[in-house]
C-alpha cells in the first residue's frame, strides 16, 4: 500500500467510460472521481447501471469507449486480477468464503506466498492490519460460525490484506441489523481516515445521507449529479434517481373498525434438533390493519410465516383464523380459506416462484388445481396475468416470458401481484420490498395499503424501522423467537424498537427511562 | 489463459450447429482410425447408412431397435423432469418383462386377446413396483436415488439369472439354463411387418407430452423438479406426487420390457434389455426431455446400432472396433453440449494492469 501521495490525490477517474450489451447501454460516457479519503455514495435504481461501472472498475468487464486512470495512470483491466493489483477491492453482496475454514484461511487463499498455508508473520499481518482500521476479527473462527457481519468483515480484510486501498462495497448493508450497519459504518469511516476511498453502491437514501461525503447518481446508465451530500436532501437525491418529483412519505391509512381475525396463542415451533424457534409467541390480528413483525434476521420470523401458512409443524400451541383452529392443516386447505403468503426469501426464487417456468404458469402456482378436470386451464390464466402485468407495470415482452429473466423488482410484483389478486382474506407478506428500488418499494407500499383499505388483516415482516413505523398500526418486536413487545407505532420511536430487537422487554427499557 | 464462462439462453440455430459440428468432428476421428484398420472411411460412413436404411429388411430393424428406446426414453424423461435421476430403467425393463412372462408361462393357453394385456399389465405394474422402492426411500427419507436405482438393476438382472438355472429352468432344453419359449398367443402380433410395438410408442409419446405439459400432474412434477418447497408452498402433495410419478415411470420401461420379450426374444433372458436402459439416459438427456424429439434421437441411435453392426459383416471388422466408432460419436455429441452450456473465453498475455 503505498501513502507517499498527498491526501487529497485523486485515486480513481474516469472518462466518457462506456459500456453496451447488444444494444443496451448500460452506461453512456461516465465520468466519476474518487479522491483519497472520501466516502462516495452510488446511488440509483435497479438497472441504471450502477453494477455495471463498478465490474468496468474491478476488471470484471471490459468498457467499450473511455478510459479509467488510477493513481494518475492509465489502466487497462483484463481481470479482476489486474484491478485488485492496481489497489481496487470489490466487496460483492454475496459473500465468496469457504465455510469450513478460518477467517485466517479466507483471507490469504489464492494469495499465499509459500507452501505454509499460515505462518506466523501472515497471522501477524493480517492482525496488524486489522487493528489498523478498527476490524473486529477472530482469525481462528470457521466461516459457518460467523454471523453476517462478521463474514462482511472477513471480505473487508481480504481485500485490505491484498493492499487495496479503494474499496467498493455493493450494497453492503442489505442483509445487517442495525447495530452490524453501525459497525460498518464505523469501519468506513476508519478507512477514510486513514487514506483509503471508498465506493459504496446503494440505494437507502438515509444511509447515503450518513456515510457519505458525495453522491453520484445514476439513471439508465447516465451520471445525472454528482453532489456534496451536505448540500443535498432526501428529496434532491430521489429526484434524481427517478427522474421526476417523488412523493416520499407513505400513506397511513386509518380503519376505525376493527375485528379480530387471526389469533394465535402460544405458538411454539421447534425445528428438527428441538430448538425452539418460535417459543410461546401469542398475538391477535384486525381486519384492517398492518401488524409489523420486525427483529434481526433469524428472530423466528421466516418460521411464524412458514407455520401461518401450514408449512412448519407446530409443536405447541393454537392458531385461530376467525374462530377456528387451523393448525393441522394442509397447506392446500389453508389457501383455500384465502391465506395467502408471499414470502420473499433472500434469493428471491426459492419460494413462492418457480424460476425457469413462463410469468402465466407463475400465476397459477396456487390455483391450478380448482379448474375442472384433469387439464390446467392456461386460457384464462392468461387473461388473468395480462391483468397483473398491466395492474402491476411489470416490464415484461409478454405473459410467456420465463421469470428467471425479469429484473429482481418485476419478479418481486409478480410475486405480490398474484397473492393480492387471488383477493386474499388474510395477507402475510415478507420483505416485500428487498432489494427494490424506491419507485417499486413505494408501489408495493401503496398495494398493502389498498388491501389494508379493503379490510384486509396484513401480517408485514420487514426491517426497514423507518417504512415499519411508518406503514404498519403496531410493531411485534421477536427477538430469539420470543415477543418482546409489540407496540402502537403512534407512541413508540425506533430507538425503542432497537431495544426490544436487541432482547429488552417494554418492563425493562421503562425501568431505563425512570 | 483459458477462462469458461457459463452461457445465458443457447439460440435453437446455434444448438443445431454446435451438434451438427460435433458429429463431424467424431467422423473425422474416426476416420483416422478407420485408416489405421486399412479401410476407406467413405466406403464405411456410406455402408453403415446402407445397413441401417438401404434395404426394407434393415429398415425395419432399425426401427425395431428404435422402439424399445423410445418408451423407455418416455419413462426416463418423466423421472427427470422432477429431477429424479432415475438410472434404473435397465433394471425396470426387466422386472417388467419378468411380470409379462409370469403370465405368459402360466397362463400359455389363453387367446391372445386375453393374454396380451395381461402381459402388458403385468409389465406395467413389475416395472412400476420395481421403481417405486427407490421413490418410496426417496420420498420418505430423502435417500439418494441414482444409487438405489443403479443398484437395484444388478439385483433384477441375477434374479432373473436365478430363474433362469432354478425355478424357470426349461426342462426340454437339454440341461442348458433358459427359461421356455413363450407360446405364440403370448406374441405381440405384426402391423406392416414389424410388430405392434411402434403404434404402441407413438401412442405413448402423444400421451406422455399432453400429460406432461396440460395436465395438472405434469405441472406439478415439474414445480416439484425445479424446488420442492416451492411446490410445498403450493400446497402440492410432494411424496405422494413423487410416488405416482416413478411409479408411471417405471411402468413405461416395464411395458418396454413386456414388448421385448414378448415380440423379439419371445422368452425371459438376461439379455432381454440390451443395454437399453442405460442408452435411454442417453437419448432422453440429448432429446432435451421433449417427446417429438425423443422419437427423433431414438431413430438416429437405432440406426447408428444398426449400421455398425452391418459393418462388422460387410468388412470383416471386429465387433469392439464397431462399438469404437459408437463411443467416439457419443463422446463428441455429449461433450458438445458443454459448448451449449459454457462459452470459451480465451485471454493472451495476461499482462499486468498498468501499460
Known amino acids: ?514 | 489463459m483459458i477462462q469458461i464462462v457459463k452461457k445465458g439462453e443457447t439460440s435453437k440455430k446455434k444448438k443445431i450447429l454446435i451438434h451438427i459440428s460435433a458429429l463431424s468432428f467424431a467422423l473425422l476421428t474416426a476416420s483416422l482410425f478407420i485408416l489405421i484398420m486399412g479401410h476407406s472411411p467413405l466406403k464405411v460412413y456410406l455402408s453403415m447408412i446402407q445397413g441401417a436404411f438401404g434395404t426394407s429388411y434393415r429398415l425395419s430393424e432399425t426401427i425395431v431397435k428404435t422402439i424399445p428406446l423410445v418408451i423407455t426414453s418416455l419413462g426416463i424423461a418423466l423421472a427427470f423432469r422432477m429431477k429424479f435421476w432415475n438410472i434404473g430403467a435397465e433394471g425396470q425393463i426387466i422386472m417388467g418383462a419378468f411380470g409379462a412372462s409370469w403370465f405368459a408361462l402360466s397362463y400359455p393357453h389363453l387367446p391372445s386377446w386375453i393374454l396380451l394385456p395381461l402381459m402388458a399389465l403385468g409389465g406395467l405394474i413389475g416395472g412400476g413396483l420395481w421403481a417405486l422402492i427407490p421413490a418410496f426411500f426417496r420420498a420418505r427419507f430423502r435417500t439418494n436415488e441414482t444409487i438405489f436405482t443403479l443398484m437395484l438393476n444388478y439385483i433384477a438382472l441375477k434374479w432373473i439369472t436365478y430363474l433362469q438355472n432354478g425355478p424357470w429352468k426349461d426342462p426340454g432344453a437339454l440341461g442348458f439354463p433358459k427359461i421356455p419359449n413363450f407360446h405364440e398367443h403370448a406374441v405381440l402380433p405384426r402391423l406392416f411387418g414389424i410388430h405392434i410395438g411402434w403404434l404402441i410408442a407413438l401412442v405413448l409419446v402423444a400421451l406422455s407430452a399432453l400429460f406432461i405439459n396440460r395436465t395438472k400432474k405434469g405441472y406439478e412434477i415439474q414445480v416439484i423438479g425445479e424446488s420442492e418447497n416451492t411446490a410445498r408452498y403450493a400446497g402440492i402433495n410432494v411424496p405422494g406426487t413423487i410416488l405416482t410419478t416413478i411409479f408411471l415411470s417405471g411402468a413405461l420401461c416395464g411395458l418396454t420390457g413386456m414388448i421385448e420379450a414378448s415380440a423379439i426374444n419371445k422368452t425371459l433372458s438376461v439379455e432381454i434389455t440390451g443395454g437399453v436402459g442405460y442408452t435411454a439416459i442417453i437419448t432422453a438427456w440429448l432429446a432435451n426431455l421433449k417427446e417429438p424429439l425423443i422419437i427423433v434421437v431414438s431413430f438416429l441411435f437405432a440406426a447408428m446400432i444398426q449400421g455398425s453392426s452391418y459393418i462388422q459383416m460387410a468388412f470383416q471388422i471386429p465387433q469392439s472396433a464397431a462399438e469404437i466408432l459408437q463411443g467416439l460419436i457419443l463422446f463428441f455429441v455429449l461433450g458438445s453440449e458443454f459448448f451449449i452450456r459454457y462459452r470459451i473465453h480465451i485471454r493472451r498475455n495476461p499482462v499486468k494492469g498498468v501499460s
Not at chain 1, 455495471?52 to 467499450?64: E, I, K
Not at chain 1, 483491466?77 to 485466517?104: N, W
Not at chain 1, 417499486?440 to 379493503?454: C, F
Open chain 1, 1 to 514: 500500500m503505498s501513502h507517499t501521495s498527498p491526501p487529497s490525490e485523486t485515486l480513481i477517474k474516469t472518462k466518457n467510460l462506456t459500456k453496451r450489451f447488444g444494444r443496451v447501454l448500460a452506461n453512456d460516457a461516465i465520468n466519476f472521481k474518487v479522491k483519497r479519503g472520501e466516502i462516495y455514495a452510488l446511488l440509483g435504481e435497479n438497472g441504471a447501471g450502477k453494477s455495471t461501472l463498478m465490474n468496468m472498475l474491478s476488471g470484471v468487464y471490459t468498457p467499450d469507449e473511455g478510459e479509467i486512470r488510477v493513481h494518475g495512470k492509465r489502466v487497462f483491466f483484463r481481470s479482476p486480477e489486474d484491478s485488485i493489483r492496481c489497489g481496487i477491492g470489490m466487496i460483492y453482496q454475496h459473500f465468496k468464503l469457504i465455510e469450513v475454514m478460518t477467517a485466517l484461511e479466507n483471507i490469504i487463499i489464492g494469495h499465499r506466498e509459500n507452501l505454509f498455508v499460515t505462518t506466523p508473520k501472515i497471522r501477524r499481518r493480517v492482525l496488524e492490519i486489522a487493528r489498523r482500521y478498527g476490524l473486529p476479527l477472530d482469525p481462528d473462527k470457521k466461516v459457518y460460525d460467523m454471523s453476517v457481519g462478521e463474514k462482511q468483515t472477513v471480505e473487508i480484510m481480504k481485500v485490505l490484506y491484498r493492499g487495496a486501498d479503494i474499496l467498493i462495497l455493493d450494497e453492503p448493508t442489505a442483509v445487517l441489523t442495525p447495530q452490524e450497519i453501525k459497525n460498518l459504518f464505523a469501519i468506513l469511516r476508519r478507512m477514510k481516515e486513514e487514506g483509503c476511498g471508498v465506493i459504496i453502491i446503494t440505494h437507502k437514501l438515509h444511509e447515503v445521507m450518513e456515510i457519505s461525503d458525495w453522491v453520484t447518481v445514476l439513471r439508465k446508465g447516465q451520471n445525472v449529479g454528482s453532489v456534496k451530500t451536505s448540500e443535498t436532501s432526501y428529496k434532491q437525491l430521489a429526484d434524481l434517481m427517478v427522474g421526476r418529483s417523488l412523493d416520499l412519505s407513505i400513506e397511513h391509512v386509518h380503519i376505525e373498525e376493527k375485528t379480530p381475525v387471526l389469533e394465535v396463542r402460544g405458538l411454539t415451533l421447534t425445528d428438527h434438533e428441538h430448538v425452539k424457534k418460535i417459543d410461546s409467541v401469542s398475538f391477535t390480528l384486525f381486519s384492517g390493519e398492518v401488524l409489523g413483525v420486525a427483529g434481526i434476521s433469524g428472530s423466528g420470523q421466516k418460521e411464524l410465516c412458514e407455520a401461518l401458512a401450514g408449512l412448519y409443524p407446530v409443536h405447541a400451541g393454537k392458531i385461530f383464523y376467525k374462530g377456528e383452529n387451523i393448525v393441522g392443516l394442509s397447506s392446500r386447505e389453508i389457501i383455500d380459506k384465502g391465506i395467502t403468503m408471499s414470502f420473499i426469501p433472500e434469493d428471491r426464487l426459492g419460494m413462492g416462484l418457480v424460476a425457469s417456468m413462463d410469468l402465466t404458469d407463475n400465476v397459477i402456482l396456487k390455483d391450478y388445481y380448482r379448474s375442472p378436470g384433469p387439464f390446467v386451464d392456461r386460457k384464462s390464466a392468461q387473461e388473468k396475468t395480462i391483468k397483473i402485468i398491466e395492474d402491476f407495470n411489470i416490464q415484461t415482452p409478454g405473459p410467456h416470458h420465463p421469470v428467471k429473466l425479469l429484473s429482481g423488482g418485476n419478479i418481486q410484483k409478480v410475486l405480490l401481484g398474484r397473492e393480492i389478486m387471488s383477493r386474499p382474506h388474510l395477507l402475510i407478506t415478507a420483505y416485500p420490498t428487498r432489494g427494490l428500488d424506491i419507485a417499486s418499494s413505494y408501489l408495493i407500499y401503496d398495494y398493502i395499503n389498498r388491501e389494508k383499505k379493503k379490510g384486509t388483516p396484513i401480517l408485514y415482516v420487514g426491517e426497514d424501522l423507518d417504512v415499519l413505523l411508518e406503514l404498519c398500526d403496531r410493531i411485534m418486536v421477536l427477538c430469539d423467537g420470543k415477543v418482546t413487545g409489540v407496540v402502537d407505532t403512534d407512541e413508540t420511536t425506533k430507538e425503542t424498537l432497537g431495544l426490544l430487537m436487541a432482547g429488552e422487554t417494554l418492563e425493562s427499557i421503562e425501568r431505563m427511562n425512570a
